[in-house]
Antibody
Framework: QVQLQESGPGLVKPSQTLSLTCTVS??????????WSWIRQHPGKGLEWIGY???????YYNPSLKSRVTISRDTSENQFSLRLSSVTAADTAVYYC??????????WGQGTLVTVSS | QSVLTQPPSASGTPGQRVTISCSGS????????VYWYQQLPGTAPKLLIY???QRPSGVPERFSGSKSGTSASLAISGLRSEDEADYFC???????????FGGGTELTVL
């Protein structure tokens, strides 16, 4: 059973960079046709896909966030990470990491709340 | 503004059958699998349906999914009070090259 766990600071100051890591167990991030993704949910709102890193290491980002997002991975630790620069209060959200397949069931982490405030 | 369109609310009485719709386009629902999630307050979304109509182990048979063209539906039969939650649909979008979601439907059990 694949499990994902987000970790990182719960509070980030405006204009700084948000950094989160997703630790994966029960499966390698370097194999399989999976999009290792970051998704966020603003308080009381719907879900927004941020981007993904594929098993090959290629990345793709939501155009609305592309200029500020970087997703990378550490295959030795079986982790992938999110960096979102120049954050504002509008980036306050619960951030989820997930393994999204082209077909078949997906797996999500439990989510971590990140608040942007001075 | 969500890419997939869901009604903001739905309701039913215990034992009733309720359906929640999800409308998209040819680049998402029309050409890819649909997923449905249940979200209780303060918790992560829980996968209910994948590949249009498949249930993960542990999800009751009361939950079923269907898809036709660029629309999909989630049906909940034998409605229970514990079904009161937000429900989201999702699909891959070929134009975006990413996951798109519905805005969510808040289900109330009267």
């Amino acid at each position: 059973q694949v499990q994902l766990q987000e970790s990182g600071p719960g509070l980030v100051k405006p204009s700084q960079t948000l950094s989160l890591t997703c630790t994966v167990s029960g499966g390698s991030i370097s194999s399989g046709a999976y999009y290792w993704s970051w998704i966020r949910q603003h308080p009381g709102k719907g879900l927004e896909w941020i981007g993904y890193i594929y098993n090959t290491g290629s990345t793709y980002y939501n155009p609305s966030l592309k200029s500020r997002v970087t997703i990378s991975r550490d295959t030795s630790e079986n982790q992938f990470s999110l960096r979102l620069s120049s954050v504002t209060a509008a980036d306050t959200a619960v951030y989820y990491c997930a393994r999204i397949p082209a077909a078949g069931r997906d797996y999500w982490g439990q989510g971590t709340l990140v608040t942007v405030s001075s | 503004q969500s890419v997939l369109t869901q009604p903001p609310s739905a309701s039913g009485t215990p034992g009733q059958r309720v359906t929640i719709s999800c409308s998209g386009s040819s680049s998402n629902i029309g050409s890819n699998y649909v997923y449905w999630y249940q979200q209780l307050p303060g918790t992560a979304p829980k996968l209910l349906i994948y590949n249009n109509n498949q249930r993960p182990s542990g999800v009751p048979e009361r939950f079923s999914g269907s898809k036709s063209g660029t629309s999909a539906s989630l049906a909940i039969s034998g409605l229970r009070s514990e079904d009161e939650a937000d429900y989201f649909c999702a699909a891959w979008d070929d134009s975006l090259s990413g996951r798109v979601f519905g805005g969510g439907t808040e289900l109330t059990v009267l």
